[in-house]
């Protein structure tokens, strides 16, 4: 089992930054690969970023260039680093762990970020 709190989202005025957390227990840190998701009202779920243990990193179109997913092994924690928010990333974002060789996944509760026009 691995156990996903997120924190860091709020409310941002469009151009505004925020930094999400995603601190994780419950397996070793350094074997899991760690993503974000979103999901706007009414819309299904999406990927954002990922990254490996490894460090390699992977980005939706939509935030490439914008976010920037990071990890921290020493703190068992996945950051989003969110630059020139616009409306449309508008979300409830969720913390997503994949254990190394296992086809189990885990997800967080969810943290709300709301970007103003």
């Known amino acids: 089992q691995v156990q996903l709190v997120e924190s860091g989202g709020g409310l941002v005025q469009a151009g505004g930054s925020l930094r999400l957390s995603c601190g994780t227990s419950?397996?070793?840190?350094?074997?899991?690969?760690m993503a974000w998701f979103r999901q706007a009202p009414g819309e299904e779920r999406e990927f954002v970023a990922r990254?490996?243990?490894?460090?390699?990193?992977s980005y939706s179109n939509s935030v490439k260039g914008r976010f920037t997913i990071s990890r921290d092994n020493a703190k068992n924690t996945v950051y989003l680093q969110m630059s020139s928010l616009k409306p449309e990333d508008t979300a409830v974002y969720y913390c997503?762990?994949?254990?190394?060789?296992?086809?189990?996944?885990?997800w967080g509760q969810g943290t709300q970020v709301t970007v103003s026009s």
């Open positions: 997503n762990a994949k254990p190394r060789g296992s086809n189990d996944e885990y």
């Open positions: 419950g397996r070793t840190f350094s074997s899991l690969t």
């Open positions: 990254i490996w243990s490894g460090g390699t990193t």
